[in-house]
């Protein structure tokens, strides 16, 4: 069975061997073990701690092959981005140059580094083993975090965030990095990808421009990957779009890649997820092969689980007022009859069937 659970140290290894399989590279996800076992000492920390405001907490999760107790997949919640120092961006802005006498008037799109999505709750460190892509287990993997902030919305913020990775050529070279960032850092774009961290380094606010970028005066191979997606973060865009992220407003301030914004209580899962009672069947759940794919949760923070299962319709084609489980699916989640999860339908789609 694939399972949502929170990292843990003794994940250490599998998580390094899935940073080091990251293509593109992710800031979040460093391939530095060091840096992973801070992560994870800072995600446990978060787990256990009492929250009643969003702060320095880092939350991580793993995608469990339960059979085998391989880690397929991973991902991460910052509840405030750039607690500690801004987090940076840029936004997109207008400028109106006009000119009576000479009959102009034109509308110059800029850039502007931009530090106003500080503490906004980032969705981050995104990661599933290719030969899942093509499975419902993206959406359990990404979407588990919007059921955890669902669950326990005091620890997060009412906007999210979430900086996906812009377009890099076969050897990882960034052609907006490459028009803008190397002429104020004079560094390789991984090299300044490893440095950053989160995008909230004291260096970024230090050497980037403190004026507004005209767009006009990029390169043409600069402006053509503003807020264009790396083809491998497809899926995630995809994911997150449906879930009502949008991204025109702000792009990442190394590679361009698309910065997607949501207030949390628009977000699908968020705001049409529901509680429901758990009654545990003595065999197979009656009726669920017929059902849709639920994502569903509990309600714990550190012993928190989420997986998926087929959840069978009510009469006349109604939404469940209870949600049936196998015994191992209510192993797997942690829960009994009696008890209570958070539930709702994938998203529409085209998933082939995940393993179970």
């Known amino acids: 069975m694939m399972v949502i659970r929170p990292a843990r140290l003794a994940d250490l ?9 990251t293509d593109p590279v992710l800031h979040s996800l460093p391939p530095q073990r060091d840096k992973l076992h801070d992560k994870l000492v800072r995600a446990a920390h978060s787990f256990e701690a009492e929250v009643d405001f969003p702060g320095e907490e880092t ?13 397929r997949g991973i991902c991460s919640l910052a509840a405030a981005a750039g607690f500690e120092e801004p987090f940076y961006a840029y936004r997109n802005d207008v400028i109106v140059h006009a000119s009576h006498d000479l009959g102009v008037h034109s509308r110059i799109y800029t850039l502007t580094v931009s530090h106003e999505l500080t503490s906004f709750t980032q969705l981050a460190s995104f990661y599933i083993d290719a030969d899942l892509i093509a499975t419902t287990l993206p959406p359990l993997l990404s979407l588990s975090r919007l059921m955890f902030i669902a669950q326990h919305p005091e620890r997060f913020a009412e906007d999210l965030v979430v900086s996906l990775p812009g377009v890099t050529d076969d050897a990882g070279r960034s052609p907006f990095w490459e028009n803008v960032g190397r002429k104020f850092f004079g560094l390789d774009f991984l090299q300044a990808e490893f440095l950053s961290g989160g995008r909230s380094k004291p260096f970024i606010a230090e050497l980037m421009p403190h004026h507004p970028l005209y767009v006009p005066l990029l390169s043409p191979e600069a402006q053509a990957v503003m807020g264009q997606v790396h083809p491998r973060s497809q899926l995630p865009w995809s994911l997150l779009s ?8 702000f792009i990442d301030i190394f590679d361009a890649g698309p910065v997607m914004c949501a207030k949390r209580s628009m977000c699908r899962t968020v705001r ?24 569903v949760a509990n309600d714990a923070v550190d012993a928190f689980r989420a997986t998926l299962i087929h959840v069978a319709p009510a009469a006349g084609g109604a939404a469940p007022e209870a949600v049936t489980l196998r015994a191992a699916d209510a192993d797997a989640l942690g829960v009994e009859s009696g008890d209570t999860v958070r539930g709702i339908p994938l998203p529409a789609g085209t998933y082939r069937p995940a393993p179970r």
């Open 13 to 21: 290894d599998q998580i390094e061997r899935m940073a080091a399989s």
């Open 59 to 71: 939350y991580v999760f793993v995608l469990e092959d339960t059979s085998s107790g391989r880690l």
């Open 242 to 249: 449906r879930e009502g992220f949008e991204s025109d407003r």
């Open 272 to 295: 049409d997820s529901r509680l429901l009672p758990v009654r545990v069947a003595d065999g197979d759940a009656p009726g669920a092969a017929a059902g849709e794919p639920w994502l």
